[in-house]
């Protein structure tokens, strides 16, 4: 409840302010509402289960369930790298070198190309998880260890040699994770070393800014690269990694 209500009270504010039209805030909008959407694709039915003793997914229920799971965590993870790349760098650099055409460059139409091709990497994204779930044969005891539906589980759970599949599931979900960590943290390496021309209290507010944003980024990003970029195992830790980016990275992010 915390999280979607501090992320629709976002997406409504900017939704509906007139003052707040920049691209910061519209990459935020999109941010929360991932956030949102994202948060829903487990904890009800965490919460279901939580309560319930008979504790039972349908095929069809964990096939959405892992279409949602990464279609709205992968746009979250190319919004927060659009929000680094263009707010941070390319926005400053656009601002300040070049003032006079920054309304043209950094322009509702280009933030909204942006946003659409991040929409269609997540489908693709997604789509390909599926695409592999669909393969796989289940002979049983069909026990899922979590408390969602995924790839790591459902490939300990197949009766087949799974060594080709996971390597796309590395190759796919890891890379995603692997690569945007490093260009995230790249950014702040550029952020933080632009500081040395800003004043002392600039300085700090860009400092207790970016402070946040780093701790969010690798409360998100670790625990995924823990998760999607290793063999087919399974530990009891897995479900309290799980966690940080599939509960606690939406509270956190308002």
């Not at 039915?45 to 309560?51: E, F, G, K, P, Q």
């Not at 779930?133 to 002979?139: E, G, R, V, Y």
């Not at 408390?147 to 759970?157: A, E």
Request: include cysteine.
């Amino acid at each position: 409840l915390a999280t979607l209500m501090a992320n629709l009270l976002i997406v409504m504010t900017i939704r509906y302010s007139r003052t707040l039209g920049s691209p910061m805030y519209f990459f935020l909008f999109y941010l929360s509402f991932s956030d949102a959407c994202f948060s829903t694709t487990t904890a009800p039915r965490l919460i279901v289960d939580s309560v319930s003793e008979k504790k039972v997914i349908s095929f069809n229920e964990c096939m959405t369930q892992i279409f949602a799971l990464h279609f709205f965590g992968c746009m979250e993870i190319l919004v927060l790298v659009l929000m680094s790349l263009v707010l941070m760098s390319f926005d400053r650099y656009v601002a300040i070198c070049k003032p006079l055409r920054y309304t043209t460059i950094m322009s509702q139409h280009v933030c909204g190309t942006m946003v659409n091709v991040a929409w269609v990497v997540s489908c693709i994204h997604s789509s390909a998880q599926i695409f592999l779930a669909l393969k796989l044969p289940f002979c049983g005891p069909n026990v899922i260890d979590n408390y969602f539906c995924d790839m790591t589980p459902l490939l300990k759970l197949a009766c087949m040699d799974t060594h080709v599949i996971n390597l796309l599931v590395v190759f796919n979900s890891g890379a995603i994770c692997f690569i945007s960590f490093i260009v995230l943290l790249m950014s702040y390496v550029f952020i933080l070393r632009s500081l040395s021309n800003q004043s002392a209290e600039g300085r700090k507010k860009a400092l207790s800014t970016c402070t946040s944003h780093i701790i969010v980024v690798i409360l998100f990003f670790v625990p995924c690269i823990f998760t999607y970029t290793r063999p087919v195992t399974t530990f009891p830790v897995d479900k309290m990694v799980a966690v940080f980016y599939t509960i606690g990275t939406p509270v956190l992010n308002p």
